[in-house]
């Protein structure tokens, strides 16, 4: 299933998706990154508004390569 939001940061080069959000399941990242790339995800966290530390973990432990959690 493409979502519209995947469908459309692949179609538009200057649409970009972050991961700033409160609820994430797991593997949410990786299906992301799946779909649209990680040069195409950037880090959001909400901060000062919620911690950056779940986001930052979010990215360091999720099931990509380096070189993909680094572009993030």
Known sequence: MTRPWTAAARAQANLYLDIAISVCWYGSLERLVSEV???KVLFGSDSP???AAPA????????LP???K???
């Open 37 to 39: 790339g990680s040069d």
């Open 49 to 51: 508004f919620v911690d």
């Open 56 to 63: 930052l973990g979010r990215v360091a432990y999720a099931r």
């Open 66 to 68: 380096d070189a993909d």
């Open 70 to 72: 680094e572009r993030i």
